[in-house]
């Protein structure tokens, strides 16, 4: 089963952009569907951008032409760019491994990383 451990996270101010990572071990990166979502305090956890294996993306209403999407299979990893971010950003971000171009079945969580916004 693939693990995945995510990293980038931290304060920023609105406006700011930020990059997360996640890495996943194993040889079968490329074969899934990688999700970022993200879970603010109270609210349901949310997708807020995903990557097929096929490099197609879908991203969040909320997100979108702020936020960026990305894969590296040579190096197990994708990415996710965000700017112009907003204090309604502020969440624990976690990248998620899916069976499904849906993004759901997901097989494996990251542990989370806190991205925190500030006005």
């Known amino acids: 089963q693939v693990q995945l451990i995510e990293s980038g996270g931290g304060l920023v101010q609105a406006g700011d952009s930020l990059r997360l990572s996640c890495t996943a071990s194993?040889?079968?990166?490329?074969?899934?569907?990688m999700g970022w979502f993200r879970q603010a305090p109270g609210k349901q956890r949310e997708l807020v951008a995903g990557?097929?294996?096929?490099?197609?993306?879908d991203y969040a209403d909320s997100v979108k032409g702020r936020f960026t999407i990305s894969r590296d299979n040579a190096k197990n990893t994708v990415y996710l760019l965000m700017r112009q971010m907003k204090p309604e950003d502020t969440a624990v971000y976690y990248c998620?491994?899916?069976?499904?171009?849906?993004?759901?079945?997901?097989?494996?969580w990251g542990q989370g990383t806190q991205v925190t916004v500030s006005s």
């Open positions: 194993g040889r079968t990166f490329s074969s899934y569907n």
């Open positions: 990557i097929r294996n096929d490099g197609s993306t």
């Open positions: 998620a491994a899916a069976i499904s171009s849906t993004f759901s079945g997901i097989v494996s």
